[in-house]
């Protein structure tokens, strides 16, 4: 046989793996997201609990998904870890512990999986009921504040009508970085600005993690979204020693704070919380009565001293809540199951408080 020979079936040889290669990428090319308005119960014990997830298309090829339901409000969240692989969807809820796991298979305009929470494992089935639902809020850069000696900081801006909200600053560390980054999708369902802060314990001192507060604080108050004469600070567990004091340094001092599972045991402790009530600046303490990190009791009797019994001082403890302010599943009285849920009354806790 001729080289010339040995060229030609050579060369047909890479057109047909190039012509393959071609057509499988074209068949990938056209393989359709899964976006779509998806709804279904998912079934435990003989209790239905209804879910309802919005898939849409927020970049070229890239999925964005939100899980709902309608009957356990608050347990609604912004999906992360999200991968869809024709034709497995899997995502999960912002790390907290035991939360929302889900692995399912698209079949046709079916979502057909598996849904763990906690120790529950059920099986279920979802059907595309239309287009997704948008979102009820934006994320949005707020440009970098350079004479703050502040980064970008991302806001999340309710999509309403209205053109100022009240806004609201979370700080928290390493441990609950989870849990204030759901709480602030849930503040901007409800009108809020809401930014999260991170803030290290062991990287910055005290009186550095002052100075970002307020300069974060000062920041927000700029945000053209944001209603300047209601800025607001929230702080997770030991970091509000550090955090707090920076609401009294803003000029006008900030509008509220809000103080969650916020360890008070001793009386230097409560000591920056006292300037709150010399202030007068309205406080809402929420405290999880299950949580084991701290002494629950305690700390509201030592707080309650230090920002004593002004009108618009406010402290809960939710009972049966644990440090995510859930309670957890189980039987009821009757024998019927009952679902991990939000804390009665928590979601709403700050909507409330501030009417």
Excluded at 286 to 305: H, P
């Amino acid at each position: 046989m001729s080289a010339w020979c040995h060229q030609g079936i050579w060369w047909s040889l890479v057109a047909m793996l190039l012509a393959s290669c071609s057509l499988d990428s074209e068949r990938k090319a056209v393989v359709a997201l899964p976006t779509g308005h998806y709804e279904g119960p998912i079934s435990y014990q003989g209790t239905e609990l209804l879910a309802v997830l919005d898939l849409r298309e927020s970049k070229p090829g890239q999925l964005e998904a939100d899980l709902h339901f309608p009957g356990l409000r608050g347990l609604d969240f912004p999906a992360v870890n999200l991968s869809y692989t024709e034709p497995q969807l899997r995502f999960e809820e912002p790390a907290q512990p035991g939360g929302v796991q889900v692995t399912a298979v698209r079949e046709g305009d079916f979502l057909r999986g598996v849904f763990t929470l906690d120790s529950v494992r059920a099986d279920f089935v979802w059907v595309r009921r239309g287009q997704p639902e948008p979102r009820a809020y934006q994320e949005k850069q707020l440009p970098q504040q350079t004479t703050l000696g502040l980064p970008p900081l991302t806001l999340l801006v309710p999509n309403d009508t209205v053109a100022r909200h009240a806004a609201v600053a979370l700080f928290a560390d390493a441990s609950h970085q989870a849990a204030a980054t759901a709480r602030a999708g849930q503040l901007a369902q409800q009108g809020f600005v809401a930014t999260v802060v991170a803030i290290s314990q062991t990287a910055l001192p005290d009186s550095a993690a002052l100075r970002r507060a307020t300069a974060v604080l000062t920041a927000l108050r700029r945000a053209p979204a944001a209603d300047t004469t209601q800025i607001g600070l929230w702080v997770y567990g030991a970091t509000a020693a550090a955090v707090t004091p920076a609401v009294t340094m803003m000029a006008p001092q900030a509008a509220f704070v809000v103080l969650e599972n916020v360890p008070v045991a001793s009386v230097d402790q409560a000591k920056p919380f006292q300037a709150l009530n010399r202030r007068r600046i309205p406080v809402l303490a929420l405290y999880a009565a299950a949580d084991t990190s701290l002494n629950v009791k305690e700390s509201t009797r030592r707080l309650r001293n230090a920002l004593g019994f002004r009108r618009n001082t406010l402290i809960r403890t939710f009972l049966k809540a644990n440090s995510n302010f859930r309670v957890p599943g189980g039987l009821t009285e009757d024998g019927k199951w009952s679902w991990p849920r939000p804390a009665a009354g928590y979601v709403e806790a700050i909507q409330e408080w501030r009417k």
